[in-house]
Structures are given as C-alpha cells and as structure tokens.
C-alpha cells in the first residue's frame, strides 16, 4: 500500500487560537482520525517545509491578497521538490485545498496519482465576492481559457493566475476531487466541460464530538454572561465565523437596524453576539464596517465577543437563542452543522453550503434576514421543537464515516 502524502498549507498551527477557518479544522480532524484509525501510512507536508519563510501565528490570516500570492507560489514549489523525491509509485498526493497546492501538472506529468480537497472553489468565490456575481464563474473560466489560447496569459497577473489557472490545473490533473457540496460539483461541471463526473468525489462533512467539560462550559457562559451582559429575557441570537465579507455580518446588521424602526420590535429585546476575528485579506477593513453598523443601533444590543473555540464556543451556543447564517458565499459551513448539532435552531441565507445541510424544520431560510427574524423570534417553544429536530439529525452527520470514506478512496488509490 502506498503511504499518503497530504500537503495543507493550514496544518501545524493552534486552531484553538488562529481564525484560519474550515479547511484547517477538516485537516486537523482529519490527522487526528487517520493517527487514530491508521487506514494506511502518511505525513503531513506542511508550511514548516518553508523553514525561516514560514508563516507563524496569525501571519496567514494577516496577510494581503499579494502576500498571500506569494506565500502560495512559495509553498508550491517547496512542496513540489518535497513531493518529487519520492518515487510516484510510492505514494498518493492529497491537496488540502487548490491555491496552497502543489505544481499539480509538473506531478502528473511525472505519474504522481493526485487528489485535490476543494474546501473553497476560487473562481466561484472570486466571481461571488469580488466580481459581487454580476458574471457568472463559468464565464470567467470560459474567459481566461480564451486569454490563453491567443497566447496572452504571460499578461495576466500572478493573483488571477493563481486563481484560474491553478485551479484549472487541479481539475485537469487530479484523479478525484473531493467537494463538501452538491452545489460545488455543479458548479466545477458547469466551469471545466469535459470534466468527468465520477471525478468529483461529494463528501459532506458533518461534525465531530466537543470534548469540553460540563464545567468549563458553564465556567465560559458565567465569563461571557459578566464580560457581555445580556438583557433578561431577550431574544439572543448568535453568528459564528471569521468576520470576512463573504460571511454577510452586515446583512444581518442591518436587518436589525430596519426592524428597530418598526413597530413589531420585540418589546423584549435582541442581543446579538458576533463571535470571529477578522482574517484574511479584506477581514480588518470589514471589522471596521461591522463596528461602524453595530453603533448605529439603538434598540439591540450587539456584542463582539472575539474568536471561540473549545468550551467557549459551546458556551455560545447555549446562552444563544437563534444561530444566524448569513454568508453570502459559503462551500459547506462546519459552524452550521456545529449549530444544528449544539440543538440551535437557525436562519440561514441559501449558500451552496447552507443548501447542502438545511431542512424545513430546523429553521428559515431566507435572504430576507429581516422577515426571518420576524417569523422566528415569535415563540420560544416553536424555536425549542426546531432546535431538537436539528439536533435529532445532525447528531448522525459523524465526521468519523466521511473521513473513513475518504481514506477508502485513498486506500484504493494506493493498492492500486
């Protein structure tokens, strides 16, 4: 059997500390399943690869959209002359994402079997939140393959190359493509014609068990309850995520902002507790904006309680009464399923990952935030029965069968 190789640019660093998202908690977990279960032999190749180049920290979500181009193009090569020292019948490439993979042509032009995680599809995102979807990503895909063939993509910039042709190249040369969603394989199928579909591999994630103890959570809820003071008998509604554009923050915000001017404003009052930290490239300015709109509220409260993670984030969902989904773009959405798990009932907007995981009866979903809220926060027993059923169903989303099912793809691969 030959040993795995998975290259993850998020790897080795304190996801309890550094906002670095989903794809790092996946290959975390994934480790920690993998180390326990031994479905075959592998090692991590990492941002250590690097040595004294190495982001440390909070570096990674720091960065600007050119110096995280750059630390791509870095990791690349350094993974890439890694990979190559090994002989291709030897082992299996696993990509934990596109733009902080290997060269995967260069690979699987020396025979190295290749298979790529899409946590996020780039174009998709790009074409969603910096072209705000006025272009369609299959269109933009169509676009770049034009630029190529009259010989003018030596013109494009390396942070679009990074996004199209690193991509393009992942879907060409890989074996499989693993995606959380339904929606993401449409859209990859949509973007790359000729792309087989038994290439793409749906593998929703679910959820894995909390560990934190009873009395550390109530430890953490009795700290949020003195350090964020909710009003006695408000409804309290929670987000979660790293506060980003795409995360839609602000639409919530400013649902708020419009119902505080009606008259059906809830005579008890709202608390929101935004929990994230701002990460990656747009995160600070965005933050700044969130700040901004929160001030301007009068009726609600709004308190940024920072990132959670461990006892703490469990301890949110419990003094929480509603779980907001807001994104506008979103591949899967591990803090949902966490939600539902936690039995939150939610109101969620209809993003590729919020699709692939609601039902009726654990919420609304809407893009009208506003007449969401109004619809939900009527009856405490009424969010109490979705909150259970969500819970009845996420509670058989384990984690632990996707990543064996997973390994069963590798496993194969590498007998093969």
């Known amino acids: 059997m030959r040993k795995v190789l998975y290259?993850?640019?998020?790897?080795?660093?304190?996801?309890?500390?550094?906002?670095?998202?989903?794809?790092?908690?996946?290959?975390?977990?994934?480790?920690?399943?993998?180390?326990?279960?031994?479905?075959?032999?592998?090692?991590?190749?990492?941002?250590?690869?690097?040595?004294?180049?190495?982001?440390r920290h909070k570096d990674l979500v720091h960065y600007s959209e050119l110096e995280y181009a750059r630390f791509?193009?870095?990791?690349?090569?350094?993974?890439?002359?890694?990979?190559?020292?090994?002989?291709?019948?030897?082992?299996?490439?696993?990509?934990?994402?596109?733009?902080e993979g290997p060269d995967f042509k260069t690979l699987a032009a020396q025979g190295y079997s290749l298979y790529t995680i899409y946590h996020v599809d780039v174009v998709d995102y790009f074409a969603s939140i910096y072209l705000r979807s006025w272009v369609k990503p299959e269109?933009?895909?169509?676009?770049?393959?034009?630029?190529?063939?009259?010989?003018?993509?030596?013109?494009?910039p390396g942070v679009l190359k990074l996004v199209w042709e690193k991509q393009e190249a992942s879907v060409r040369y890989s074996k499989g493509l693993i995606v959380p969603s339904q929606r993401m394989k449409e859209v990859l199928m949509q973007c790359y014609p000729g792309l087989e579909p038994s290439h793409i591999h749906v593998l929703p994630?679910?959820?894995?068990?909390?560990?934190?103890?009873?009395?550390?959570?109530?430890?953490?809820?009795?700290?949020?309850?003195?350090?964020?003071?909710?009003?006695?008998?408000?409804?309290?509604?929670?987000?979660?995520?790293?506060?980003?554009?795409?995360?839609?923050?602000d639409q919530l915000l400013k649902a708020l902002a419009l119902w505080e001017k009606q008259a059906d404003f809830p005579k008890e009052g709202v608390c929101l507790l935004v929990a994230?930290?701002?990460?990656?490239?747009?995160?600070?300015?965005?933050?700044?904006?969130?700040?901004?709109?929160?001030?301007k509220l009068k009726r609600c409260r709004v308190h940024?309680?920072?990132?959670?993670?461990?006892?703490?984030?469990?301890?949110?969902?419990?003094?929480?009464?509603?779980?907001?989904?807001?994104?506008?773009?979103?591949?899967?959405?591990?803090?949902?399923?966490e939600a539902l798990r936690e039995g939150k009932p939610v109101l969620a907007t209809p993003s590729h990952g919020a699709q692939e995981v609601f039902r009726p009866e654990f919420g609304l979903m809407t893009d009208d935030l506003l007449e969401g809220l109004k619809t939900l926060l009527?009856?405490?027993?009424?969010?109490?029965?979705?909150?259970?059923?969500a819970h009845s169903w996420a509670k058989s989303?384990?984690?632990?069968?996707?990543?064996a099912h997973l390994a069963g793809i590798l496993s194969k691969e590498s007998c093969s």
């Not at 690349?76 to 596109?98: A, F, G, H, M, W």
């Not at 269109?139 to 494009?156: D, E, F, K």
């Not at 993670?309 to 009464?321: I, N, P, Q, V």
């Not at 989303?397 to 990543?403: E, H, N």
């Open 276 to 295: 994230g930290e701002a990460a990656y490239m747009m995160g600070k300015r965005y933050e700044e904006r969130l700040r901004i709109l929160a001030s």
């Open 72 to 99: 791509c193009r870095r990791f690349e090569r350094c993974l890439t002359e890694k990979i190559l020292q090994y002989d291709p019948k030897d082992v299996v490439i696993l990509s934990n994402d596109v733009s």
């Open 378 to 389: 009527q009856d405490r027993g009424s969010l109490l029965a979705k909150g259970q059923a």
């Open 304 to 337: 940024f309680v920072g990132y959670a993670s461990g006892a703490r984030k469990k301890a949110l969902f419990e003094l929480s009464d509603l779980y907001v989904f807001p994104s506008r773009h979103e591949s899967y959405g591990l803090t949902l399923l």
């Open 7 to 55: 290259t993850a640019a998020h790897s080795g660093f304190n996801i309890g500390q550094v906002p670095l998202g989903g794809g790092a908690s996946v290959c975390n977990h994934l480790v920690q399943e993998w180390n326990s279960e031994k479905p075959f032999q592998f090692e991590v190749l990492g941002p250590s690869l690097l040595r004294n180049k190495a982001p």
């Open 139 to 156: 269109w933009t895909t169509a676009l770049y393959r034009g630029i190529r063939r009259l010989g003018l993509s030596a013109a494009v």
């Open 205 to 249: 994630w679910g959820a894995w068990e909390d560990d934190s103890s009873s009395e550390d959570v109530s430890r953490e809820k009795e700290a949020l309850r003195k350090e964020y003071p909710i009003p006695n008998g408000a409804w309290t509604l929670l987000t979660l995520s790293r506060i980003s554009p795409e995360k839609g923050q």
């Open 397 to 403: 989303q384990d984690f632990s069968k996707v990543a």
